[in-house]
């Protein structure tokens, strides 16, 4: 059963564009929806997170705007730029269950100079 | 400050043959420890995670066992590899006491099986 669904799959955006990525979620008591950065062999590493009880939450260029009765958040990155590229990945958790994370199926990301 | 180490870095084994994969945190203690399996171009999918030592869940029936033989060190074995265990494995904690809190990932293992 996939709790988070993402999409796009892949995503190919001109540099100084906005990329977009969208992710949708069934169980509403998941209360943390974080994004993740993964490069290319490497671990995943938080970008940004948001909790449900608010509905945008930006660092830098990038922006995670949250519904909570439509059940979907999405990632902004605004200004996009080639050191952007990589698989990013949506997730979502409930405190009480052990902080367990659940991942939407990642989007690869490539930023065109 | 907290590090987490994860080894080998890639690993070719042939069918049939045992796995054992290490995953050591530092800084920490107590931590909440997960395995997870990333199958090329998909997503991350929860193998097994553990809140304490020798208490593993496992999230999904499989090939694959874990274990936490002290408190810092979470072990993925396989007594016999198959050809569907060829992935990237991440190993990855949490703080157990902070809510909704940050994950903190491994480099992974890249794992062929032959």
């Known amino acids: 059963q996939q709790q988070v669904k993402q999409s796009p799959q892949s995503l190919i955006v001109q540099k100084g564009g906005i990329s977009i990525i969208n992710c949708a979620y069934e169980?509403?008591?998941?209360?943390?929806f974080p994004w993740y950065q993964q490069f290319p062999g490497k671990g995943p590493a938080l970008l940004i997170a948001?909790?449900?009880?608010?509905s945008e939450k930006k660092e830098g260029r990038f922006t995670i705007s949250f519904n909570k009765s439509a059940k979907q958040f999405s990632l902004h990155i605004m200004d996009s730029q080639p050191g952007d590229s990589a698989t990013y990945f949506c997730a979502a958790s409930r405190n009480n269950a052990g902080n367990m994370l659940t991942f939407g199926g990642g989007t690869r990301l490539m930023v065109k100079p | 400050s907290q590090t987490i180490h994860q080894w080998p870095a890639t690993l070719v084994q042939p069918v049939g043959s045992p796995l054992s994969l290490e995953c050591t945190v530092e800084?920490?203690?107590?931590?909440?420890l997960y395995w997870y399996r990333q199958a090329a171009g998909r997503g991350l999918q929860l193998l097994f995670y553990?809140?304490?030592?020798?208490?593993i869940s496992s999230e999904v029936p499989q090939n694959l066992s874990a274990s936490r033989p002290q408190d810092r060190q979470f072990i993925l074995s396989s007594k016999k590899l198959l050809l569907s265990d060829s992935g990237f494995y991440l190993c990855?904690?949490?703080?157990?006491?902070?809510?909704?809190?940050?994950?903190?990932f491994g480099q992974g293992t890249r794992l062929t099986v032959v």
């Open positions: 990855a904690w949490t703080e157990p006491l902070l809510m909704n809190t940050e994950a903190f």
């Open positions: 169980n509403t008591a998941f209360d943390y």
């Open positions: 948001i909790r449900p009880d608010v």
């Open positions: 800084g920490t203690s107590n931590p909440n």
């Open positions: 553990s809140v304490g030592i020798g208490q």
